[in-house]
């Protein structure tokens, strides 16, 4: 459900919302080319208008592709009207926009339809599970069926009368403002399904609560959660699935496999508004969740993404036997520039996640249709930048684009050791790169940038010498994304992001993958071992005025083994002028508000 960056919005603001709305409503479904909305993107999807937050129930049914997501009819900032938004897809690239599939109608829901998950039933027929705020202002879990099982669109959908299913045990310390966000469900070896919902008690122990139900209508709480942890605070949009030890292809939620599945847990901590995620065992007998050794359901956890990242949630393509991963990915600019633009929020790229082969880390890539969009191609081989270069890659449009590079260090010896102090990588890549003097790196991409370098945003790595001797590992492999000059404007959040890549360059390349999008870099280190998303608003770097560098801070060269980049042609993305992004005016549309 993701209650982040919800301030309470005064009526003030919500007239001049609704005024801003109606003023702005042609301008923001205007194309990401159109001057006047130079951070449309071509290739990531949002709504043509207002305000977008969670993922909710992502599936492949009867061959189509669909999202739904958490969505504002009403504004480009988070309002308590909040609807199910709802698109479908072919090919997870180019999206038709379709009527929402539901929003609040029910005294269950009555203040709000919010987040929650698909699960395919044995039958083939999907159901969803979603969080509701009722009369009285508690969270409450409901369900919603299609009404046409047959449409392979599913554009109708109704709310039995018997919601809600599960509601808040206060008995067992449950707040009613803390339980939400229910998972896919799976079912154990008993026939009897299981489903877990985000929680936390007064003592600030974060947990998801574990139901069971024969029917999946009628649901009982187990006496125990499937998994907790101390100190944590609220845990919100959980997601519980298996991934398998032998390969990359994805596990259907529901599978009894033991001895080649492990079990990934992940979090969103409204603490820190970042998801977290451990790997461990799941005993299907005790209904009880136990992460490895060395993990902890904590922000010391392991994150999906180091950057703008939020309310993420999986589903298993059967279609391609693949888990594919989205993520809400928020704006880094002031709420009253989200109005004037009449819109606000993005989702990630969809990705493909599987286990690494060592088993301790996830690994994370776009999914393979994005090739579609490729046009014209730049390639280098064998070039070597030199300490202090910036090379510029012509050729492609630097506004819209996919590049790989390979770098190889040779001179690994003279990376400098890492101060002790230095633990937080995120302080580490605060600092400016253009003033670091350091023996390797930074070294990577300048994105986003305008001719005179007034404007850009880097996404490099840094290598230094371990000073732990205690440890197997000789070097730290430091990835970047540094936003600080990202923008003229100062208004906007310029936070830089970082993260340790777990390689180790004197035996490996390293790898950086880099999507472009006018307003969103998206960035895969070391094969997808790390992510980081970063929301920029350049205001000379845009459209064609937009460069592509790659460059070298440090006093020791690289060797670029290859560079590919790609232009990307804009996707089919909810086109107003396909489907008409509207409510349907029947019982259940928001417009009764």
């Known amino acids: 459900m993701a209650k982040v960056n919800r301030s309470k919005i005064g009526l003030s603001l919500l007239l001049s919302l609704l005024l801003c709305y109606f003023i702005t409503d042609l301008e923001a479904s205007s194309s990401h080319q159109d001057l006047d909305q130079p951070y449309r993107t071509g290739y990531h999807f949002q709504p043509p208008r207002n305000w977008m937050n969670d993922p909710n129930g992502p599936m492949i049914y009867k061959g189509i592709y669909h999202l739904f997501y958490q969505y504002n009819p009403y504004g480009a900032v988070w309002d308590v009207r909040i609807v199910w938004g709802h698109s479908t897809s072919v090919d997870l690239v180019n999206w038709t926009p379709q009527p929402p599939a539901f929003s609040p109608s029910q005294p269950s829901d009555i203040n709000g339809c919010w987040s929650g998950s698909v699960t395919i039933l044995p039958d083939g027929k999907p159901v969803i599970l979603y969080t509701g705020i009722d009369e009285n202002k508690s969270q409450v879990q409901n369900v919603a069926v299609p009404v046409n099982v047959s449409d392979p669109y599913l554009l109708e959908w109704s709310k039995p009368p018997l919601n809600p299913l599960m509601t808040p045990n206060a008995v067992n310390g449950i707040d009613p403002d803390r339980f939400r966000d229910p998972t896919t469900a799976w079912l154990g070896l008993d026939g009897e399904w299981r489903v877990i919902v985000g929680s936390s008690t007064d003592e600030r122990r974060g947990l998801v609560l574990l139901y069971k139900s024969r029917d999946f209508f009628n649901w009982t709480q187990s006496t125990t959660p499937l998994h907790y942890e101390d100190l944590t605070g609220m845990w919100e949009c959980p997601d519980f699935f298996p991934v398998s030890t032998t390969g990359s292809d994805g596990v259907e939620t529901s599978s009894f496999g033991q001895d080649e599945v492990k079990y990934v847990l992940k979090v969103s901590l409204i603490e820190t508004l970042h998801d977290y995620y451990t790997i461990g065992s799941y005993d299907r007998e005790k209904d009880l969740y136990v992460p490895d050794l060395g993990f902890v359901q904590d922000e010391t956890a392991p994150r999906l993404d180091y950057g703008k990242y939020y309310a993420s949630k999986t589903f298993y393509d059967d279609d391609k036997k693949r888990r594919i991963l989205w993520g809400w990915v928020n704006e880094s600019s002031p709420a009253k520039d989200d109005i004037k633009k009449g819109w606000a929020g993005l989702q990630s790229f969809p990705r493909k996640i599987w286990l690494d082969e060592s088993g301790k880390e996830l690994l994370q890539w776009p999914i393979e249709e994005i090739e579609t969009l490729r046009g014209k191609q730049v390639n280098w081989h064998n070039k070597v930048l030199e300490a202090g270069s910036t090379l510029q890659v012509h050729g492609v449009t630097a506004a819209q684009a996919d590049v790989e590079v390979l770098f190889k260090v040779n001179e690994i010896e003279k990376a400098d050791v890492i101060d002790p102090s ?38 490099y790595f840094r290598i230094f010498k371990s000073n732990d001797t205690n440890k197997n590992t000789k070097y730290l492999v430091l990835m970047c994304s540094n936003q600080n000059r990202s923008s003229l404007n100062d208004e906007n959040d310029k936070s830089a992001f970082g993260a340790f890549v777990a390689i180790d360059p004197s035996h490996q390349t390293i790898s950086l993958r880099t999507l472009i999008d006018h307003s969103i870099v998206e960035s895969y280190g070391g094969g997808g071992r790390k992510c980081i998303t970063s929301r920029v608003y350049p205001k000379l770097a845009i459209g064609e005025n937009a460069n592509l560098f790659a460059f070298n801070k440090g006093t020791q060269s690289v060797d670029v083994l290859s560079l590919s980049a790609w232009s990307l042609k804009s996707a089919q993305i909810n086109d107003e002028s396909i489907s008409p992004f509207i409510e349907r005016e029947d019982a259940h549309s928001p417009k009764q508000f």
Request: charged share 25%; glycine share 10%.
């Open 422 to 459: 230095w633990t937080d990588p995120q302080k580490i890549c605060g600092q400016d790169e253009s003033s670091v003097k350091s023996g390797i790196g930074p070294f990577g991409l300048k994105v986003l940038a305008s001719k005179d370098m007034e404007e850009y945003t880097s996404v």
